[in-house]
């Protein structure tokens, strides 16, 4: 067999849990669960970090935040970074990305400061500045009616079509695409115009954009004709397809907003299932029940009940969207005659806890609903349908994908092939590292939180940087984390044993690139 197209699509803040093959009972996810009859469903993949920015430079380099830099949102990914983007280019790929990249900053929003005006000198940070151009997905790029063309390859990719920003308010190509097809754009996109409705859920908006002018079709297009132009080429190509949605704010367009009844879903875990809450978690029940929750912006927040649900409903519709777009590029690959070539992955960038102990959002409660993620290979070696138990993580797929085309991987990659779990085989490795770094104060923490997690068969450990406090959660009795045993006597020796192991996953995942090119 010819070396294999790749077809990756990513959406943004979905849980595992949200699919019809993972066994939703509402949710109508044909084409993906089609992926999941002909392929291997990953159900123990969790990411690197659960966070947009982080997450997905980890899966360009196969690397953890804490080594390739991009630690949480606001960095940038350094230019210096190979990626396996890099790889299959140099092996003779076309590569191209069309969607959400957010490996660069994206908001135009300057961060807060860590350190006082007057702290520093005139150098301010340990490196010397790159000599880069880190703000191609900036929003001032894209302001403009001429097409904004990004310096490629771009982190590996030779094409882009740039989408940034989330839901009716993505930017981008898709903005200035958007602004080509009609004068209507910034009046759509103003909330203040949104469609009359009579939900209360924070950061539900019912948008009068079409769903053909909505950027989940926009990205569908794109990608439908990047296939066609693929049509005669014997070139293999890897084409990342990237949906901002279903991340907040919650805007599914047309038919897709009432799709969904709220009445129809149950929150699965109130925060009263909890028997002892972590402080950060005391902390935003605390604002929820004082009336003083900030549940407007990007912060985690809990809702009551109805709130809830109508999220839910909400987020389905977006997810049903996405699914609608991946079975109209999937019907493209087929006619284009490159399906029986083409290796399809599904995955997901972090989740959403939507309700769990009444939380929403993400944060640095580290729940499975925003670390455990769909993953599903399809493959025309074998499209035999499977469910491995791996314990697997993001860092995985880059060197999964530069395995599959048959090339070598750098130095320093620190994920491990799938290629072994994607034939049936489940054993990979017996823990894994999960890093969470804020970027700011918040969530009652005095600083911002440096979190370390460790997941293994049977528990998860949680350490909070200068914390007195942890979370430890026996998973053969507690699946779902709602008593912390950190402080149980019974538990010492496991928590002991798990520490230690933390330790040792953080001390082998330093930095071994480059590697010495002398003895002394």
């Known amino acids: 067999m010819s070396r294999p197209n790749f077809l990756f699509f990513i959406t943004d803040?979905?849980?595992?849990?949200?699919?019809?093959?993972?066994?939703?009972?509402?949710?109508?996810?044909?084409?993906?669960?089609?992926?999941?009859?002909?392929?291997?469903?990953?159900?123990?993949?969790?990411?690197?970090?659960?966070?947009?920015?982080?997450?997905?430079?980890?899966?360009?380099?196969?690397?953890?935040?804490?080594?390739?830099?991009?630690?949480?949102?606001?960095?940038?990914?350094s230019i210096r970074a190979n990626t396996f983007t890099d790889v299959l280019r140099a092996g003779g790929y076309r590569t191209a990305l069309i969607g959400k990249s957010h490996v660069q900053p994206m908001t135009g929003i300057d961060s807060q400061k860590r350190y006082k005006p007057d702290e520093l000198g005139v150098i301010k940070e340990a490196w010397k500045a790159e000599e880069a151009d880190y703000d191609q997905e900036d929003p001032s790029r894209y302001a403009s009616p001429e097409f904004f063309k990004i310096r490629t390859p771009y982190y590996g990719y030779d094409h882009v079509d740039m989408v940034t920003?989330?839901?009716?308010?993505?930017?981008?190509?898709?903005?200035?695409?958007?602004?080509?097809?009609?004068?209507?754009?910034?009046?759509?996109?103003?909330?203040?115009?949104?469609?009359?409705?009579?939900?209360?859920?924070?950061?539900?908006?019912?948008?009068?954009?079409?769903?053909?002018?909505?950027?989940?079709?926009?990205?569908?297009?794109?990608a439908i004709d990047y296939i066609n132009a693929s049509k005669g080429d014997d070139q293999p190509f890897f084409a990342f397809v990237s949906f901002p949605d279903p991340h907040h704010p919650f805007t599914p367009p047309g038919k897709y907003w009432d799709m969904y009844s709220p009445e129809d879903f149950h929150p699965r875990l109130p925060y009263e299932a909890h028997k002892n809450p972590t402080p950060p978690m005391r902390w935003l029940h605390d604002h929820w029940t004082k009336g003083t929750r900030q549940a407007q912006t990007q912060e985690a927040f809990m809702a009551n009940e109805r709130e809830t649900r109508e999220a839910m409903a909400l987020s389905c519709g977006m997810i049903t969207m996405i699914d609608d777009a991946i079975g109209s590029v999937i019907n493209a690959l087929k006619a284009a005659g490159k399906y029986e070539n083409t290796v399809i992955v599904f995955n997901s960038d972090h989740g959403d806890y939507l309700g769990d102990f009444n939380l929403m959002l993400k944060g640095a409660i580290m729940l499975d609903s925003i670390n455990n993620v769909s993953m599903i290979w399809s493959d025309p070696a074998d499209r035999t349908a499977r469910v491995s138990h791996a314990l697997s993580s993001t860092i995985d797929l880059a060197p999964s994908i530069i395995d599959r085309a048959g090339l070598k991987p750098y130095w320093g990659i620190q994920g491990k092939s799938l290629l072994g779990n994607v034939a049936g085989s489940h054993e990979l490795r017996d823990e894994l590292v999960i890093e969470y770094e804020d970027t700011q104060p918040r969530m009652g923490f005095e600083k911002s939180a440096v979190v370390r997690t460790l997941i293994t068969a049977d528990h998860r450990l949680t350490l909070y940087k200068g914390m007195p406090w942890g979370e430890l959660y026996d998973r053969r009795t507690d699946p779902d984390d709602t008593h912390n045993v950190w402080d149980d006597p019974a538990y010492a020796g496991v928590r002991a044993e798990l520490t230690e192991r933390l330790v040792h996953e953080l001390m082998e995942n330093v930095d071994k690139s480059p590697h010495a090119r002398r003895r002394a």
Request: proline share 8%; charged share 20%; glycine share 6%.
């Open 165 to 222: 920003n989330h839901s009716d308010q993505c930017n981008g190509h898709y903005y200035q695409w958007l602004k080509s097809k009609t004068n209507q754009a910034d009046f759509w996109r103003d909330k203040a115009n949104q469609l009359p409705h009579d939900y209360v859920c924070p950061q539900a908006v019912r948008t009068p954009i079409p769903e053909e002018l909505y950027p989940t079709s926009f990205i569908r297009d794109r």
């Open 13 to 77: 803040q979905q849980r595992a849990d949200y699919l019809g093959c993972a066994g939703h009972p509402i949710v109508k996810t044909p084409n993906i669960d089609g992926l999941a009859a002909n392929g291997t469903r990953f159900d123990r993949f969790y990411v690197a970090s659960p966070v947009c920015m982080p997450n997905r430079a980890s899966l360009l380099t196969g690397r953890f935040p804490s080594t390739h830099g991009l630690r949480h949102n606001g960095c940038d990914l």
